[in-house]
């Protein structure tokens, strides 16, 4: 049965019905069992499968990915959860040299089924080490598949796939997107990594987005439907295996591309995708893509930097605009009552 | 002294079966056809081969850079790690891991890795992954002086203490991590064995060089770790005779002295094994020999396969980097 629920219910459904199915499937991650339980993503699981399935642990990020790593060897399905994508860090050498590698180096004889789950902080004085966006670094990596959902929907559906998944998965996860709700069903179901999302279809420009950026893609595409100029939103969801077919496919109807990053703009995924498309279909592109991600600088804490630090939907919208000839300043920013640190007005912080 | 005949025999096939191989590796080497880093085991048998001569074929082994013993000394496929190290397709990971990436998953062998501290956790881990199932393997986790000085060996070692894993750490302390020797890596005085004990583990020191002394304790560290009674950390000093890594001997660098390197050879392991079984009439000379032809023969019929086992195909580069 299909019902409204959050983004952050999804995700715990996804774990709650992916260890009812699988014995071998278990949860670890700093706070996992606490009180506020990742944000409500691993509420009341440790009731229902115990102290040895759903568990907190010592705050040793790699130690502890290691041992996830070596519990995915003799059969065992770790999940493992930061509370940001920042701690994570500290585990790189095990992700990238262990877990990344393990497959082949061995010919193939072993897998590492294991999922990683981060968070991207946003707004709310975040400031430079609880809010790093640096999905690009994993999706360079051989072995490695990076995923990051947008809708409630997929959320549970791509955890469920990821779970299922016998290689090393990426799961970033938006912290701004934890508030939204959505049409979720009720049982147990995949979403296909490596396949992209036509959140909207349209005609004149594709925009390409990653994660919370889907967001402020659909309504820039409101913006422009004022305007006579039809998107077609491409929700990106699995950044590796990345499914340029899909986007190459819209570019080839539109003729114009823009990509909308939650990272940095140079390095980011926003080149790699650009850099496909003008490969596959630069005779069909209509004029050079765009990119609408963070500027090369570290987050800043205060509010007022944040609103200039982050992309909206203003200026995914004047982008588009100019490329299409338009005069950007046709368009204006939908006066809110809302803060730009916040993703909506419930967030009351702390983080 | 109580002396088990049959253990002696057992420890001294297995110590001089890994010498031979790594002498043999050794002197193909300069043919530049083995086109890897090779780190020989030379001088540090006694551990490889004390330790997994206390394990059960079902039990785990993750080895380091330096793998070649552990990974013998557990039963490895000896045909399939020649292949890998000459880069064929017939090796033990069909020619993407090289020498320092032997694995042997019929007899426990998981894997090696060269990243210094790295397969630790795995190893924890894989420990942490069978009490979780309820099964009763006990895992060994191979590394040298240097990986004390690594991070991930406190957390590691920590989580083996909380949940008391099925584990058994065993340090070779050789002296060297590469051309660097203990005194500018750690403080004089203090011992790595009196930091593990403050973590919580048992931990215990003994000759290096000393196979069955070796034996002995890993013996009742891989019973205590079997019954429950949580992870046991042993230290053996030993020595590495050849350089870091390849085949030659390298005193003339001055990194160490070439006095302190004949005390250590005066002690060679296999060779304390070998006077012990004479001594005892175990084993006469001439059984010896002829153990030592039987293993020679063994090992050519070896290189002859890797040398002539076929090279991975172009269509193989990108296979197996993800699993189906």
Sequence with gaps: ?351 | MNINFEVLKELYYRALRIRLIEEKIADLYSDQEMRCPVHLSIGQEAIAVGVCSALMVQDYVLGNHRSHAHYLAKGGNLKAMLAEIYGKKTGCSGGKGGSMHLVDLSVGFLGSAPIVSSTIPIAVGTAFGTSLKGDNQVTVSFFGDAATEEGVFYESLNFASLKKLPVIFVCENNLYSVYSPLSVRQPEGRNIVDIVRGIGIESLEGDGNDALQVYEMAEQAVKKARNGNGPVFLKFDTYRWREHCGPNYDNDLGYRTQAEFQEWKKRDPVNLLDVRLLENNILGRLEMDIMAETINSEIDEAVIFAKQSPFPEESMLLEDIYAS
């Design chain 1, 1 to 351: 049965m299909d019902r409204e629920i959050k983004y952050s219910q999804a995700l715990n459904e996804a774990v709650d019905l992916s260890m009812a199915k699988d014995p071998s499937v278990y949860i670890m991650g700093l706070g996992v069992p606490d009180p506020k339980g990742i944000f409500g993503t691993t509420s009341g699981l440790q009731q229902k499968y115990g102290v040895n399935r759903v568990m907190d642990m010592p705050c040793a990020e790699n130690g502890m990915t290691g041992v996830a790593i070596g519990s995915a060897l003799v059969g065992m399905r770790p999940i493992m959860t930061h509370q940001r994508t920042d701690f994570a860090l500290l585990a790189l050498e095990q992700l990238v040299n262990q877990a990344a590698n393990w497959h082949y180096m061995f010919g193939g004889k072993m897998n590492v089924p294991l999922v990683v789950r981060m968070i991207v902080g946003r707004g709310w004085g975040q400031g430079p080490q609880h809010s790093q966006s640096i999905q690009s670094w994993f999706a360079h990596i051989p072995g490695l598949k990076v995923v990051m959902p947008t809708t409630p929907y997929d959320a549970k559906g791509l955890l469920i796939s990821s779970i299922e998944d016998n290689n090393p998965v990426i799961f970033i996860e938006h912290r701004w997107l934890y508030n939204i709700s959505g049409t979720v069903p009720e049982e147990y179901y995949q979403v296909p990594l490596g396949k992209a999302r036509i959140a909207k279809e349209g005609k004149d420009v594709t925009i390409a987005s990653v994660s919370y950026m889907t967001l402020e893609a659909m309504r820039a595409a409101e913006m422009l439907a004022t305007k006579g100029i039809s998107a077609e939103i491409i929700d990106i969801r699995s950044l590796k295996p990345l499914d340029s077919e899909t986007i190459v496919k819209s570019v080839k109807k539109t003729g114009r591309l823009v990509v909308a990053d939650t990272g940095w703009l140079s390095g980011g995924i926003s080149a790699e995708i650009i850099a496909k498309v003008t490969e596959q279909a630069f005779s069909q592109l209509k004029c050079p893509p765009g990119r609408i991600a963070l500027p090369d600088g570290p987050t800043p804490t205060s509010q007022e930097l944040s609103k200039y630090y982050y992309p909206r939907a203003i200026h995914i919208a004047s982008s588009i605009l100019k490329m299409l000839g338009h005069s950007p300043e046709n368009i204006k920013e939908t006066e809110t009552n809302i803060p730009f640190d916040v993703p909506d007005t419930t967030f009351k912080g702390p983080f």
